[in-house]
């Protein structure tokens, strides 16, 4: 009997315009924290959304981790929002928009409010880094439902970073990741499975017709 294991192979990757959606171009996974429990999991699929207080979170609610300022090293949740306190907008600033850059760096973009506004526009302000995990067994990584992993530490974590580095894909704003599966492939296996289960029908149905004229023949 064939066994099967889960395929990690790239999808296609398709841009859906949504503010909240990512995809990993590359190796690599998402990182979620349950917030009931504290249990991180493992996840390629990038169908996030905010929650009620600018939290990143998966569809079920838990939060996607990365780094913020003034924390390096440490997995944090990511939180989104035009009016930061750390780090601070730079004095005489606003916020008019956000965007994620391939490298899971979130940027504001900002606008003075002098009167007359400054010649040269502000810098964009990072508030924080949607981060990678790249693992060095990801067979090992075990299913819990919901497009989600687990068992990270014995996969072997080499550790949740910036994306287009070390290994780790590159994350695509507004976009998402589309099923991996072959159809084909799929549909084909489908059809020789039904072949077989045909022959093996024929086979016991061809048995007993022979035992039946043995039968026969015995009377």
Same mark, same amino acid.
């Given at each position: ?16 315009g949504q503010p909240y959606d990512m995809a990993i171009d590359g190796s690599g996974f998402f990182i979620v924290r349950d ?12 169908d996030f959304r905010a929650d009620a207080n600018g939290f990143l979170t998966t569809t079920e609610g838990m939060r996607v981790q990365g780094e913020i300022p003034g924390s390096p090293g440490v997995s944090s949740d ?9 780090? $601070?907008? =730079?004095? !005489?600033?606003?916020? *008019? ?11 504001? &973009? +900002? ?7 400054? $010649?040269? =526009?502000? !810098?964009?302000?990072? *508030? ?11 067979? &090992? +990584? ?78």
């Open positions: 009997m064939r066994h099967y294991t889960s395929s990690f192979a790239q999808g296609n990757i398709d841009a859906t917030t009931a429990n504290n249990a991180t999991y493992a996840t390629r699929a990038g990511i939180k989104i929002t035009l009016t930061p306190t750390a780090p $601070a907008l =730079p004095a !005489d600033t606003e916020a *008019i928009s956000w965007r994620i850059e391939s490298n899971g760096d979130v940027n504001l &973009t +900002l606008r003075s409010t002098r009167v007359p506004p400054s $010649a040269t =526009p502000p !810098d964009p302000l990072k *508030i924080a880094q949607i981060q990678v995990q790249t693992f060095r067994d990801i067979n &090992t +990584l075990s299913k819990v439902g919901n497009n989600r992993f687990g068992n990270l530490a014995a996969a072997g974590s080499v550790g949740l970073g910036t994306a287009g580095q070390a290994g780790r894909g590159q994350v695509r704003w507004q976009s998402l990741e589309q099923a991996n599966v072959d159809l084909a492939t799929q549909f084909t296996d489908l059809m020789v499975t039904q072949r077989g289960y045909q022959a093996n029908a024929k086979i016991i149905t061809t048995s007993d017709e022979i035992l039946q004229e043995l039968i026969n023949l015995k009377r």
